[in-house]
């Protein structure tokens, strides 16, 4: 599938359902994170924290999300994940306390 296509291929429903997700993961692990970073870091690092070591696959899975679904996400390009978690997730360009 081309990679637009594939990018496309995440519905409006399925990309919320990740967004809540990985939410959840940055606030499981986001005050430790700030913690260790002086209390504000930008949200390229919010994403890959939350993206990183299957930290939100486990999420995903934990919240009962769908294979079909899971296996879309992760056929993506880290490019790609981002795009789209800065599009549904994470809209600010800072976070922290």
């Not at 606030?27 to 002086?38: F, N, S």
Request: hydrophobic residues 35%; glycine residues 8%.
């Amino acid at each position: 599938m081309e990679k637009q296509k594939l990018l496309e291929s995440v519905r409006h429903e399925e990309m919320e359902l990740i967004a809540d997700s990985a939410n959840a993961v940055w606030q499981e692990i986001g005050d430790d994170i700030l913690g260790m970073e002086g209390g504000s870091i930008p949200r390229s690092d919010v994403i890959e924290v939350v993206v990183d070591a299957g930290r939100l696959e486990d999420r995903l899975k934990k919240d009962g999300i769908g294979k079909s679904i899971i296996d879309k996400w992760l056929s993506l390009s880290y490019e790609e994940k981002e795009k789209l978690l800065t599009k549904h997730a994470f809209k600010y360009e800072r976070y922290g306390w």
